[in-house]
């Protein structure tokens, strides 16, 4: 015998809400085979539940593809920043900038560039090393020209930009994803009660017709391997 098995994903919930719904539309009531008040219940929380669903989609569709555009700038920030740090040092071991420069950027010691794998570094070492070559500037220094610190700054408002507007994206995901979570476990419950009925409505139905007609309301059957291979050369 097949086995029945509940729906696992959103989509797989949706329709098996609407299979109901559907249903309760196209046939008189006393012929539902679920009562009226469950059908009614589905018909009320179907809405909710795909407009839950569709923001959800919404919102991981846009941070996905905002986070293609996105890592083009983290990497053009990170490129920038990285040179502009390399020549920083160079210009200090050669001793065309004064070491004792190096608080201005709170720099670590060594000459060693700071770890800019994440973006939440490349943030932080953005902003102290823009403010500290403008102020070294300001105290009558001369400037990195390859790169300016102007394409630095360019590149790295643009990175920040994106960077702030990815996580408003991921947020907003984050809440969608939690309200429909919230959702799923009264989804599960209307079509658990759903399936019971229906297959209390035609339990008496010889195994083969009795299963058909539940597969007709929505109720979803799986067989085993063996079963299967049965049904098929049958």
Not at 78 to 96: A, C, P
Not at 132 to 141: D, F, L, P, Y
Not at 204 to 220: E, H, M, N, S
Request: glycine share 4%.
């Amino acid at each position: 015998m097949p086995y029945r098995r509940l729906p696992n994903t959103d989509n797989a919930r949706i329709k098996a809400l609407k299979i109901a719904v559907d249903k309760g539309y196209l046939q008189n009531v006393h012929d539902l085979p679920i009562s009226l008040k469950i059908w009614s219940e589905a018909k009320n929380f179907l809405p909710k539940f795909e407009k839950a669903h569709h923001y959800y989609k919404q919102c991981y569709e846009k941070q996905v593809t905002s986070s293609k555009k996105h890592q083009e700038s983290v990497k053009t920030a990170r490129m920038f920043l990285s040179h502009f740090i390399q020549v920083l040092n160079l210009s200090m071991i050669r001793g065309e900038i004064r070491e004792m420069y190096r608080s201005y950027y709170d720099l670590p010691p060594g000459f060693t560039l700071p770890d800019l794998t994440s973006e939440s570094a490349i943030e932080k070492w953005g902003k102290l090393v823009i403010e500290g070559e403008r102020r070294r500037v300001a105290e009558g220094g001369i400037p990195i020209y390859n790169p300016t610190i102007a394409k630095v700054s360019v590149h790295y408002e643009i990175f920040r930009e994106g960077y702030h507007n990815q996580q408003n994206l991921k947020n907003l995901t984050a809440k969608s994803l939690e309200v429909l979570a919230s959702l799923r476990k009264k989804a599960d419950e209307i079509i658990l009660e759903m399936w019971n009925q229906i297959e209390a409505r035609f339990e008496p139905l010889p195994d083969k017709q009795r299963i058909g007609k539940c597969r007709d309301c929505g109720v979803v059957y799986y067989y085993r391997g063996s079963e299967k291979r049965k049904v098929v050369s049958e």
